[in-house]
């Protein structure tokens, strides 16, 4: 199982500035609210789930992936036979088993809206560098006290990790068990692995402070930002197609309306 | 001239009775090689931070006497206006970085104070080539060697042109290579960029060739020091002999630990290649070499932290393949490397007897020895006391006890010297060693080459996942010279080379 995080790599998606994927991330999920024929819907969920499969093979390792693959066909299911609005597609004689055109769309439609809007999200997550996107976001605006506040924990979270790890060794060594039947007892064990993490969390946000201060931040309202990768000319072509690729996805949607 | 100017100053931390700093008088001329020594706890870093200007923020003043860097006064100048002449390099380069990259991590300072990007890249290779670290540029800090990451430290700060740098035990979790490099650095930056350079260590000699100007700091004063070689504390001397008469071959004791043709793999890379070791009853074992070399993780596979791909391990007869950690729990103590990871306890008394309760082994005799080794290593009057109170030689000192009291036949240590003065090396050294005496056997990582020839009988030398020796102290000393590891070598051989 690997965990959800970012994956270096030379995609094209990798190669976009993180602005403009973080943008499109945004854009996509309100206009998938707007797309409300449920194949369409269906079929962009499919298309962002054939394009994590291009970028990592591997993907259906990732933690969570397949619970999200599950829920997203458990909510279609669930409207199949539930909902029971519109014409008949296909009848037999147990009711719960006929298909109606209400449940099919709206079951394609609120499934195929989650799939889309996560597996979007887990595009932006694979394959953006979360320290590029803070200074991305700090470049643009974000006040830099909130953007380093996720740069530093980006940082401290493996660090964090790594302790875990070895305090839960050196409980070991020392002849804890783990023991689940005892809830009294398990309390007390977590409370033991949780004061030296605090402690050394503690201990490190003070000296970070130190670092801090001492090489000049929050001396001024603003900061500069050294020299680093700006929008190109490949971040331009692909929100034009994208654009356009949503255009057509509108014109298929509402003109089949007309 | 005088640059650093520090006169008859005193510092006391709130909520403590005694000053750390007392009548402190010391002046450094610009450009001068500084090293500051001193026991543990005597105050170092408090001086190092006071010269940094960061004792002057308390909200009410815990200071008298005065420190002038470049005939101004520190107390009178924000800790922004201080940072700007004084840089404080933190023990832990770790601790003080702000970002995720080499790049960032230098530019973050100059950002900070709004310097345009232009300047700022500019900056970065400068600085980068000062520290020879050029080769370092696009890597993330998480991917860095601890010498690497010291380096980026220090680039870091020289980024921001200071007058003065201090650097608080630059090198304590470097090995002798790293620790070298660093000092020639240091000493190179010195002479390019006519810096004043202070620095607090313990590691004098290796800083020998550079002849600085060594002040030693106890009972919150300083003392000039007029030669780096007399930094020995009288009473090693009387432990030495006590320990070098115990030379008994241990060749037929039963042996604890048995490794064949071990291959250990972590997340996809090779740590640890065809290790074949064998550790007898008795033995008192010093695991060498330069770090990342697989040291910590072949302690780590002993006590059956890893999977094991192929060979075998028996550690004091559970094979490791086959059984959980918690099976040997009552036969081997283990002491990772910092003490807060492996304190849980509210009190100094409960954690020394934390393993024995586990264990349910936690008798009247049990008890009374654990009030005899608290007693013996200066804890009995803490025992109440909550153990993160404790000062880090003190923790480091609970942890031993704690290792030790349900009696295992093998003691594992990761580093226990770490940032220690000579006095308290000794002191520990000896104790491990009469636990050895005592039928047990000790296998200690360690760098300090001196007290491992002093007291261990048996050198394993590690170099990029193989054990390359494995040889008695006396011998493996020679044999680490003939290959060329001069800077694991103990200080009597430094004074050959450097005579």
Same mark, same amino acid.
């Given at each position: 199982m690997h965990k959800l995080a970012y994956q270096p790599g030379n995609s094209v998606i990798h190669r976009l500035y993180p602005m403009t994927k973080f943008s499109w991330l945004i854009i996509g999920s309100f206009l998938v609210f707007l797309i409300n024929n449920g194949v369409i819907l269906f079929v962009l969920a499919g298309i962002f789930l054939l394009m994590l499969h291009l970028i990592n093979r591997e993907i259906w390792m990732v933690r969570g992936f397949r619970l999200i693959i599950f829920t997203g066909l458990l909510l279609l299911i669930l409207y199949l036979v539930f909902d029971k609005s519109g014409q008949t597609l296909f009848d037999c004689n147990i009711e719960l088993f006929s298909l109606t055109s209400g449940g099919m769309n709206t079951g394609l439609c609120v499934s195929g809206r989650f799939m889309a809007i996560v597996f979007l999200s887990y595009l932006l997550i694979l394959t953006t560098d979360p320290n590029h996107l803070a200074y991305a976001l700090m470049k643009i605006g974000l006040p830099y006290r909130y953007g380093f506040m996720l740069v530093t924990s980006l940082r401290l979270a493996p660090l964090m990790e790594e302790e875990g790890r070895t305090i839960y060794r050196a409980q070991l060594v020392r002849g804890v068990h783990y023991d689940r039947s005892n809830v009294k007892k398990l309390f007390l064990i977590v409370r033991q692995f949780m004061t030296p993490l605090l402690i050394s969390a503690l201990r490190r946000a003070d000296k970070l402070a130190f670092s801090l201060e001492g090489r000049g931040f929050g001396r001024y309202p603003g900061r500069t930002f050294r020299t680093q990768t700006n929008p190109s000319i490949l971040d331009i072509t692909t929100s034009i197609i994208l654009s356009l690729f949503f255009a057509m996805l509108f014109l298929i949607n509402y003109g089949s309306l007309i | 001239m005088t640059f650093i100017d520090i006169q008859q100053f005193s510092y006391t931390y709130p909520g403590e009775q005694t000053p750390t700093l007392r009548n402190l008088n010391l002046s450094i001329d610009q450009g001068a090689f500084v090293v500051i020594t001193g026991i543990s706890g005597s105050g170092k870093s408090t001086l190092g931070k006071a010269i940094a200007g960061f004792l002057f923020q308390d909200e009410e003043p815990n200071y008298t006497g005065k420190i002038w860097v470049n005939n101004v006064n520190m107390a009178q100048i924000t800790l922004y206006e201080a940072s700007e002449r004084?840089?404080?390099?933190?023990?832990?380069?770790?601790?003080?970085?702000?970002? *995720?990259?080499?790049?960032?991590?230098?530019?973050?300072?100059?950002?900070?104070?709004? @310097?345009?990007?232009?300047?700022?890249?500019?900056?970065?290779?400068?600085?980068?080539? @000062?520290?020879?670290?050029?080769?370092?540029?696009?890597?993330?800090?998480?991917? *860095?060697?601890?010498?690497?990451?010291?380096?980026?430290?220090?680039?870091?700060?020289?980024?921001?042109?200071?007058?003065?740098?201090?650097?608080?035990?630059?090198?304590?979790?470097?090995?002798?290579?790293?620790?070298?490099?660093?000092?020639?650095?240091?000493?190179?930056?010195?002479?390019?960029?006519?810096?004043?350079?202070?620095? @607090?260590?313990?590691?004098?000699?290796?800083?020998?060739?550079?002849?600085?100007?060594?002040?030693?700091?106890?009972?919150?004063a300083l003392k000039p020091r007029t030669s780096i070689n007399a930094y020995k504390p009288g009473c090693s001397k009387a432990v030495r002999n006590l320990t070098t008469n115990q030379n008994s071959t241990h060749k037929e004791n039963k042996p604890l630990i048995e490794i064949h043709q071990l291959d250990v793999t972590l997340g996809g890379q090779r740590i640890l290649h065809d290790i074949n070791l064998n550790i007898v009853q008795d033995e008192f074992v010093a695991l060498m070499g330069p770090n990342g070399s697989g040291k910590s993780t072949l302690l780590e596979t002993i006590m059956g932290f890893h999977e094991i791909r192929s060979g075998s391990i028996t550690t004091v007869d559970h094979e490791i393949s086959k059984e959980r950690t918690s099976a040997l729990v009552q036969h081997v103590g283990y002491i990772f490397q910092n003490p807060d990871h492996q304190l849980f306890t509210q009190s100094v008394w409960d954690e020394a007897t934390f393993t024995s309760g586990n264990l349910h082994m936690l008798n009247d005799d049990r008890k009374s020895k654990a009030d005899e080794l608290l007693a013996q290593m200066g804890l009995i009057s803490r025992k109440n006391d909550h153990p993160h109170r404790l000062s880090y030689g003190e923790k480091r000192r609970l942890n031993l006890i704690a290792a030790m009291l349900h009696a295992p036949q093998l003691l594992l240590i990761d580093e226990l010297l770490i940032g220690q003065d000579m006095a308290n090396a000794h002191a520990w050294m000896n104790i491990l060693k009469t636990y050895t005496q005592q039928g047990n056997t000790v296998v200690l990582v360690n760098h300090h080459s001196d007290l491992t020839q002093d007291y261990c009988d048996r050198v394993l030398f590690m170099n990029d996942g193989r054990i390359v020796i494995n040889q008695t102290s006396s011998e493996a000393f020679k044999t680490i010279e003939s290959l060329g590891y001069n800077a694991f070598l103990p200080s009597l051989e430094w004074d050959r080379m450097y005579a």
């Open positions: - | 004084v840089a404080y390099i933190q023990q832990n380069p770790e601790d003080q970085f702000c970002t *995720l990259t080499v790049m960032d991590e230098i530019a973050f300072g100059l950002e900070n104070l709004c @310097i345009n990007a232009g300047e700022i890249d500019k900056k970065i290779n400068e600085v980068l080539s @000062i520290v020879k670290g050029f080769h370092l540029k696009d890597r993330n800090l998480a991917t *860095l060697s601890g010498g690497e990451k010291q380096k980026v430290a220090i680039a870091s700060m020289l980024a921001l042109s200071p007058d003065v740098l201090i650097l608080d035990e630059p090198t304590s979790n470097l090995d002798p290579i790293a620790t070298e490099n660093i000092f020639k650095s240091l000493y190179h930056i010195r002479q390019s960029q006519e810096l004043t350079i202070i620095i @607090i260590e313990h590691k004098l000699n290796q800083l020998k060739p550079y002849e600085p100007e060594t002040y030693e700091l106890k009972c919150g």
